[in-house]
């Protein structure tokens, strides 16, 4: 698999926990045991295991929902999937998957389901992003965005708006990033989303060390 970027990613120049080497020593953690990645912390290789775990139980149910008509069940499954790759930092399978789901989905344009198009287009954002092909990602979110406010589907125009911002980010936009995310963090706030209002928080933290504006 490629190597995983994480988001967000400290300013050139700043050290973090980012930095260290992949089985880097940290004050405190355990040894492996024998046979392992001696270094790595053991809570580390545990959370890679109950992922790859669920991994495999979500590919035996996708694998059976293909051999029925349940189509939404089926993205939902394969979007957990791609979700999951992205996680194990396996970008070329998140992309794989993403985009199968995606040819399910492209069918609930126009229905009751279209909802769940938009979270597919978004979720092949942070795949793409951190693949770097930025581009790409900005098609599909750019489609979801639109669908979303089509829809009136105030959760996925947030989503779009905030990988959006990571993607502007990332082609060096920074001003611009600052700005689509903002607009991000006021539809979280207007959700009362916790979780969305504190992502969109951290990406505008570091844009602003970024535009050096730390007093923000």
């Given at each position: 698999?490629?190597r995983?970027r ?27 045991g ?17 992922r790859?775990?669920?991994?495999a ?20 499954v394969?979007?957990?999937?791609a979700e ?34 938009v ?23 750019n ?16 989503e779009?708006l ?11 936009k ?23 209002e ?19």
């Amino acid at each position: 698999p490629r190597r995983c970027r994480p988001w967000p990613r400290p300013p050139r120049g700043r050290r973090s926990r980012w930095d260290r080497p992949w089985g880097s020593r940290r004050a405190g953690s355990r040894s492996a045991g024998p046979g392992g990645p001696a270094d790595e912390p053991i809570e580390s290789l545990l959370t890679v295991q109950s992922r790859r775990d669920a991994l495999a139980r979500l590919t035996a149910e996708r694998d059976r929902l293909l051999q029925t008509n349940d189509r939404v069940s089926l993205v939902k499954v394969t979007n957990q999937i791609a979700e999951l790759h992205l996680k194990l930092c396996d970008l070329d399978s998140a992309v794989t998957s993403a985009l199968a789901s995606l040819e399910v989905a492209r069918q609930f344009a126009g229905t009751t389901d279209a909802p769940l198009l938009v979270h597919t287009l978004d979720l092949s954002g942070p795949s793409y992003i951190r693949r770097n092909e930025i581009e790409k990602a900005l098609n599909e979110l750019n489609q979801a965005l639109e669908l979303s406010r089509s829809l009136k589907y105030a959760r996925g125009e947030a989503e779009s708006l905030a990988q959006m911002a990571i993607a502007q980010f990332e082609l060096g936009k920074h001003a611009e990033a600052e700005q689509t995310n903002n607009q991000a963090l006021q539809i979280w706030q207007r959700l009362q989303d916790k979780r969305g209002e504190a992502q969109a928080l951290s990406t505008q933290g570091v844009i602003y060390i970024v535009l050096d504006q730390i007093e923000q």
